[in-house]
């Protein structure tokens, strides 16, 4: 059973991916939600709002963490942003997950938002690249010792992974793609 962060955002591409991979799913809106679920994804949607949402319970905050200890959560565009180290922005909840920072919305605004085919060039994935939607998309500025980097975008990092966590900057969910939610949750 995988958590879907459902306060705001894209949950509802990452059910029928997860549905789509034959895992079961539950939305999550509360603390109460986390109990039960063996991994959770944080959508993309938009990190202010996520993270004001998240703000008014800081036992949910608390729980997401706990949760990150011992099971492994898939975080797209504004996931990533939230599970981040800094976005240098302090209107944004950062829950230091992965030990990345970011810039947000650093493709531009949504005008600028484009699909492309990002690369995989983590060792272990046999799919060489998959196709992804980048909708005011951050950018990773800076990665901590044990963060490994499986996807990029021309020469620009767009997928990393500390542990069992990942973390994209983009959205393969909006193009049907179930690769990085086989490799986070299926054991």
Do not use: W
Not at 15 to 23: A, F, R, S, T
């Amino acid at each position: 059973m995988v958590g879907v962060l459902a306060l705001q955002g894209n949950f509802a591409s990452h059910i029928h991916i997860l549905n789509q991979i034959g895992i079961s799913s539950k939305l999550v809106k509360t603390l109460e939600d986390l109990s039960g679920i063996n991994g959770l994804i944080i959508p993309g949607g938009e990190s202010t709002t996520m993270s004001n949402l998240l703000l008014r319970d800081q036992s949910f905050i608390d729980g997401i963490k706990s949760l990150s200890i011992d099971k492994p959560i898939l975080g797209t565009c504004a996931g990533l942003i939230l599970m981040s180290k800094n976005s240098f922005d302090k209107k944004v909840l950062n829950m230091n997950i992965i030990d990345i920072e970011v810039s947000r919305n650093a493709y531009g605004r949504q005008v600028h938002s484009f699909d492309d085919s990002i690369n995989l060039v983590h060792k272990n994935i046999k799919s060489k690249s998959m196709k992804a939607s980048f909708i005011r998309a951050p950018k990773i500025t800076s990665m901590g010792k044990n963060v490994k980097i499986i996807c990029k975008h021309d020469n620009e990092i767009v997928g990393v992974r500390e542990g069992m966590h990942i973390a994209i900057t983009c959205h393969p969910e909006l193009k049907h793609e179930t690769l990085l939610h086989e490799i986070c949750f299926k054991r």
